[in-house]
């Protein structure tokens, strides 16, 4: 799976074991499995000031409805990296429960995300090696 691809996954999965309908995006390699980024449409307080929000607690990258490939205002949140792993990815793919969708944003566009990530005080150091490589790769 490329960098950037965007999947609708109906039952995400939080590790507290909370699952909700999620669009998230793939933003790295991890071994055999991907990292992805979480997106929410809920304001919660944050600004909506088109593009990176990195020093925001906490830290989102913002487009606005329409801008891209999105149907609503988005915020990719950046203080929580999930892992998803590639034999569940392939189970939910198969089964319809995650929607992938391919080459729906630009690669520039996720430069941008990767660099606003990449400047946030909340990546883990152990994920920022991997968000490094993907960035760059665009």
């Known amino acids: 799976m490329n960098c950037g691809t965007v999947l609708y996954d ?5 590790p507290n074991g909370e699952t909700i309908d999620k669009l998230v995006i793939v933003v790295s390699e991890f071994g055999t499995d991907h990292l992805v980024l979480i ?6 307080s944050k600004k909506k000031e088109k593009g ?9 990258y913002f487009i606005p409805q329409r801008t891209s490939w999105f149907d609503k205002d988005t915020w ?4 929580y990296i999930g ?3 590639d034999a569940i990815c392939h189970q ?6 995650i929607v992938e969708y391919q080459n729906v944003l630009a690669p520039s566009l996720v430069r941008e ?3 606003c990530a990449l400047d946030s005080d909340f990546i883990d150091e152990f994920y ?10 665009l």
């Open 39 to 44: 997106t929410t449409s809920q304001p919660k």
């Open 83 to 85: 892992e998803l792993p």
């Open 92 to 97: 939910k793919l198969r089964d319809g429960t």
């Open 128 to 137: 920022r090696e991997f968000l490094q490589r993907e960035r760059e790769k």
């Open 52 to 60: 990176c929000q990195s020093k925001d607690t906490p830290p989102s």
């Open 10 to 14: 109906k039952h995400y999965q939080f």
């Open 113 to 115: 995300i990767l660099d």
């Open 76 to 79: 990719i949140e950046l203080h």
